[in-house]
């Protein structure tokens, strides 16, 4: 009533032609009970877990693991979750992805969700640089079945709120046709491989910063300015996303691209002659980008967003996982099909930056990075 | 609002004595609808002004607030930290002007033969071509990265054509040109059509007053035509300037990231939530691009001499295709020549590119023909869930979107013409203001609209939220608005003044002054604004995907990016439909508003 009023009002205001987009909600400023003289329907409407009808389960995510024109676990999930539980799973794909949390909570606006899918470290220390309160909650392994069975490699957050679901390796991808790619670092510097490489912008793509990250593993703190000096004078191509890069790879603008190194699994998938797909670990490593899941702190349904990570984790779900986002499982007793090992190709060692080690440095490694590459 | 009110009384009364209030009823409405017009022009304005407020000052200031004040108090420091870095000054900020300046030097060298053909010379198809110029305006930026690729990459159509002629292969992508040829594609249609539009509206007699006292024909052009397409060409060319200063992802994806522009790093900054420095770069990029706007709006004031009544005639187009060879003077076999070997440019550099993205939408990896990124639309449109996006709803939205831009830009584009082309005090600040939202960072913008408006403000206990398909229209009118009054406000300043006067002393409103006598003699202007709004509405993605509630609001580029994965081909079926539903719209709109020109 007292909204349907206000727009009234606000109408007559004069905004009328705005007022369809607008809306007016009534702010809860945590007394959760009575706080306003009448309405008590409306207000416990938009309520979840309340146990008038199904529940709402509310997971945010990114947009290809919902979306993809390929494959995604999506759909897949929606169907599972829902045909066992008794509740309604809401994908949310936000725009700025994690950001748009941080945004939310850093302007004193209620978080409305109940799990965020596709963490990594740097959005995790993104977070914790930029909330003040907690923005996720710490995951009680008594709570979320299955916990222990993540492999312990995968664990990214020490204050155990991430629980790790999938990873990915970021390695080169080649056409043999072409050129041979180099086993180390080292050898990408060689003139053979002159403007042979495309990579991707640290700050537009996963891979790029993957493999920024790799190189400052590779080269040291001290050594990996000097490298990427070397290497852009050897023309590398750093473009923006990795759709830019891929699409340039595909068109054989260069025979060698920073990807994943499960690229075989769609090239077989898709029919493609896998000799212009081959898998390089640089000193054969890779880096893995392992991604979490987690409730957040202020979860409408929390004990349902505890039972979606503990189904997420259940074998036969990590493995329509691993296969739909083409990425490897967290635990280790996942039912992959038999042919997945042989396109999906995983380093002997895989390497990654610790939170300990990223916190207060990526944003300067980076910066630091993209002052002298743009300064060429 | 009021009008609904007075009608109401005047039924309440009805009821009691007939036949009098009916006359009341008449004469109220008339006088309702005479203060409805009398004040019309006060209406758009305070609504324009409305709009601008709730969906572009607000939530930009929301941004840029943060450049200059650090936990509420006033500071300086992130400002003169970008204007004391010598990294942001010259590699960034000074590469950013010159790869700009460069782009519009570009874009007008390849846009105004383009203008001469199309108003200069007849041929079969010409309204169609001219329709079609607007195309590039709604591409996204990675379609057009993938057609530049298939174009002029290593394997590109580029590099095969000059390898038949035994030349070749040249290596253009990953460098400046590359860049620069792809601002080209963008701006020169842009230039184009606004020079066209002026072209068209240069009188003949003059031309032929001109050289019935002697001058020769080079002399007549110089003298008299040129002058008065000066104006066109330098709005083009700031327009141009404006948005090559801001570009973003197609740097990224044809040079590279060591030809970084300014907006590169608002876009790093805003990914880090390094907000002060993000605000920082967008207010110096904003001034840059609003001064340069303000220079321009002077010198277009200072131009507003050449007035001209009644409606130009433009002088007969040539045949572009003579019916016989004979009595043709070198001359007019000269202009042919040129005419062709611009055909050549405009096939390469935009027939080309478009022509790949077609091509690469039926081509499966192997080489062969196919049509499953079709049949991949289709099942998309049959089997996709509720949270993904479908190709019909996307093309609908789009259109949907389009169409509403146009009923909201129109009238605030008009009245923000009219409203600077009077003569107050500080009116080019105000007019260079209303050219802010070309002027703003797109990524700015959009956090701006996430937190000013998806987010939304408390007040009185409520929270104030503004989204879902009328903000985003409210938005694309934003954006595309000050296309409408660039095109109408050169033309109505050179309207003379007495025609208005003389129809106001007749006791015409000012809004029946606009509407009956200086629109009809603008309406080119308009037609010309209109189609822009359109283009603005169709490509616009950044303030879409903010503003969308859930998946029913997405349109065709959200969609083309949506499809975009590891092959192309999906995503470029998806813009080949947005190139069709496109093209096929700009089509009727001027077939329509070419008609109603004629009226």
């Known amino acids: ?376 | 609002m009021s009008d609904a009110t007075a009608g109401g009384d005047e039924r309440g009364e009805k009821r009691t004595d007939g036949g009098e209030s009916l006359s009341g009823i008449s004469r109220r409405q008339q006088t309702a609808s005479g203060w409805v017009e009398a004040h019309a022009l006060t209406l758009v304005a305070v609504v324009t002004g409305v709009v601008l407020l709730v969906l572009f000052y607000y939530p930009i200031a929301t941004v840029l607030v943060e450049a200059v004040v650090d936990d509420g108090e006033l500071t300086f420091a992130p400002l003169a930290g970008v204007l004391t870095s010598r990294f942001y000054l010259v590699e960034i900020i000074g590469f950013t002007a010159y790869q700009a300046a460069l782009s519009t030097v570009a874009s007008v060298a390849l846009g105004l033969p383009g203008a001469w053909v199309l108003s200069r010379f007849e041929f079969r198809g010409r309204e169609t071509v001219r329709s079609l110029t607007i195309l590039p305006f709604v591409l996204p930026s990675i379609m057009v990265a993938i057609g530049f690729v298939a174009t002029f990459g290593a394997n590109g159509t580029l590099n095969r054509l000059l390898s038949l002629f035994g030349l070749g292969p040249v290596n253009l992508l990953y460098t400046l040109p590359a860049i620069i040829v792809a601002h080209a594609f963008y701006n020169a249609p842009l230039v184009t059509r606004m020079t066209t539009a002026a072209w068209e509206s240069v009188d003949a007699r003059t031309v032929e007053t001109a050289r019935s006292l002697g001058a020769s024909p080079a002399r007549a052009f110089l003298d008299v035509v040129f002058p008065q397409l000066v104006p066109a060409i330098l709005v083009s060319a700031t327009l141009t300037f404006v948005f090559t200063f801001a570009s973003f992802p197609i740097v990224l994806a044809l040079g590279g990231l060591q030809y970084a522009t300014i907006e590169v790093f608002v876009y790093y900054r805003v990914q880090q939530l390094a907000y002060a420095d993000a605000a920082a770069l967008a207010v110096v990029e904003t001034a840059v691009s609003l001064g340069l706007t303000y220079a321009y709006l002077r010198y277009e004031a200072k131009q507003q001499t050449a007035a001209f009544g009644a409606g130009a005639q433009p002088a007969p187009r040539k045949r572009l295709l003579p019916e016989s060879l004979r009595g043709l003077s070198a001359r007019d076999v000269l202009s042919r020549v040129a005419v062709s070997g611009y055909g050549v440019v405009v096939l390469l550099v935009f027939v080309a590119p478009i022509v790949s993205m077609l091509l690469s939408s039926v081509t499966a990896p192997d080489g062969s023909l196919t049509t499953r990124y079709y049949e991949f639309l289709l099942q998309r449109q049959a089997t996709a869930a509720a949270f993904q996006v479908k190709p019909l709803p996307a093309v609908l939205n789009s259109l949907l979107f389009g169409v509403g831009t146009l009923l909201l830009a129109l009238p605030m584009g008009v009245v923000m013409a009219v409203l600077t082309t009077r003569r107050y005090r500080g009116r080019k600040v105000v007019d260079a203001l209303s050219m802010a939202p070309l002027a703003v960072s797109g990524i700015v913008v959009g956090l701006g609209l996430l937190r000013g408006l998806v987010f939304g403000f408390e007040a009185f206990g409520y929270r104030f939220t503004v989204a879902g398909a009328i903000a985003i229209v409210a938005a694309h009118a934003v954006s595309a608005y000050p296309f409408v009054t660039r095109n109408v406000a050169p033309l109505l300043g050179n309207l003379d003044a007495k025609l208005v006067e003389s129809a106001r002393s007749l006791g015409a409103s000012r809004t029946r002054a606009l509407w009956d006598i200086e629109l009809p003699l603008v309406a080119a202007g308009v037609v010309a604004g209109a189609a822009f709004a359109f283009a603005i509405s169709i490509g616009e993605f950044d303030a879409t995907v903010i503003l969308a509630t859930g998946s029913n609001s997405y349109t065709m580029p959200v969609a083309v990016e949506r499809y975009l994965g590891r092959r192309l081909g999906p995503a470029t079926a998806m813009g080949c439909i947005l190139l069709f539903v496109t093209s096929l719209s700009f089509v009727v709109i001027e077939r329509f508003g070419g008609r109603s020109r004629g009226v």
């Open chain 1, 1 to 376: 009533m007292r909204r349907r009023n206000f727009i009234k009002a606000a109408g007559a205001a004069g905004v009328s032609a705005l007022v369809a987009g607008c809306s007016a909600e009534p702010v809860d400023d945590g007394g959760d009970s009575a706080s306003n003289e009448s309405t008590e329907g409306t207000e416990t409407g938009t309520t979840t877990g309340t146990p008038s009808g199904s529940a709402t389960l509310r997971v945010a995510t990114y947009t290809s693991f919902v979306d993809a024109p390929s494959s995604s676990p999506g759909p897949w999930i929606k169907e599972q979750f829902e045909s066992e539980f008794d509740a309604t799973l809401e994908w949310q794909t936000p725009e700025n992805e994690i950001n748009y949390f941080i945004e939310r909570a850093a302007q004193g606006v209620d978080i409305e969700s109940d799990a965020y899918v596709g963490l990594d470290t740097n959005m995790l220390i993104r977070v914790d640089e930029n909330v003040d309160g907690e923005l996720f909650a710490s995951v009680d392994s008594g709570a979320v079945e299955g916990r222990d069975a993540v492999k312990s490699g995968l664990e990214f957050d020490p204050q155990e709120r991430a629980v790790p679901y999938d990873t990915g390796y970021i390695s080169l991808v080649y056409n043999e046709n072409q050129a041979t790619a180099p086993e180390t670092f080292d050898g990408l510097l060689r003139p053979e491989f002159e403007g042979d490489l495309l990579a991707q912008d640290p700050q537009s793509s996963a891979t790029g910063q993957a493999f920024l990250l790799h190189t400052i593993k590779a080269k040291g703190e001290d050594g990996y300015l000097d490298y990427w000096s070397q290497l852009q004078d050897n023309g590398v191509r750093v473009l923006g996303k990795w759709e830019d890069a891929y699409a340039a790879y595909s068109n054989g603008e260069a025979p060698m691209v920073v990807s994943y190194s499960t690229d075989q699994v769609f090239a077989n998938a898709e029919g493609e002659d896998l000799s212009e797909h081959q898998i390089r670990f640089l000193n054969g490593e890779a880096y893995a980008n392992p991604e979490g899941m987690a409730r957040f702190a202020d979860a409408p349904s929390p004990d349902l967003a505890n039972q979606f990570l503990s189904f997420m984790l259940r074998p036969e779900v990590q493995a329509e996982i691993a296969v739909r986002n083409v990425a490897f499982p967290a635990i280790s007793d996942a039912p992959l099909p038999e042919d997945f090992a042989q396109y999906a190709k995983e380093p002997e060692t895989p390497v990654t930056f610790t939170y300990e080690e990223l916190q207060g440095n990526l944003s300067e490694w980076t910066d630091a990075w993209a002052q002298q590459f743009a300064s060429n």
